[in-house]
């Protein structure tokens, strides 16, 4: 294996696609995609930009949904991917990006209300997270937000939970994965942890298996 020292503009080595509601100060929603969270227990870290309105909502307003889209939904994620909520558009979004206030008509998706939040689901996702911000400061540099947020109900399409548990199938759900700036969906699988609730009974045993 030969390896480049290389210099590239972003770093989104493949992460699953978020769609993030929250609340506009006019009580109407906002709808953001997004791929930098990761979750410790219960809480989800996010990060965003700055000066975009979902940052700007949940400083002032701290309920939201996390909503993650299966690989279909990608086209519907790209719609509003090159659009924003804040009115003027902030200076540096300015060649690239216009204002859209009506983002789930934008991107086709249907709002479906939350039970604990405000900020409504995403009808359309089979994994729907209501969760409140419960810490937020800005990174290193200024340029982003860092969210932590505690999720507080979780929903999820029948067809990717195991019969009679609260457990999601790996076998029937699939995020959509931002891969430097391309959409993936999963491919076959190789193996699972050793720390697996959900085995899969016809896979090798311990030695096949991964170590995350």
Request: charged content about 20%; aromatic content about 8%; some cysteine.
């Amino acid at each position: 294996m030969t390896h480049l020292t290389i210099e590239p503009s972003i770093l989104y080595v493949g992460t699953p696609v978020e769609l993030i509601s929250t609340e506009n100060g006019d009580g109407t929603f906002n709808l953001a995609p997004m791929s930098s969270a990761w979750a410790l227990g219960d809480v989800v870290v996010l990060g965003f930009g700055a000066e975009g309105q979902t940052a700007y909502n949940l400083q002032r307003r701290p309920d939201l949904v996390i909503n993650f889209p299966s690989p279909e939904l990608w086209e519907s994620v790209e719609r509003i991917a090159g659009v924003t909520g804040r009115d003027p558009v902030p200076e540096h979004k300015r060649a690239r990006f216009r204002h859209e206030p009506a983002k789930f008509e934008a991107a086709g998706l249907t709002p479906v209300e939350s039970e604990l939040v405000r900020p409504p689901r995403v009808a359309e996702c089979p994994l729907q997270f209501e969760a409140h911000a419960v810490h937020a400061d800005l990174d290193a540099e200024g340029n982003f937000l860092i969210v932590q947020a505690k999720v507080l109900r979780v929903h999820a399409d029948h067809r990717v939970v195991v019969p009679g548990t609260s457990y999601v199938d790996p076998g029937a759900w699939s995020p959509l994965i931002y891969n430097f700036r391309h959409y993936f969906a999963l491919g076959s699988q190789l193996g699972e942890s050793f720390r697996t609730e959900t085995p899969t009974a016809d896979l090798a045993p311990a030695g096949g298996r991964g170590k995350c």
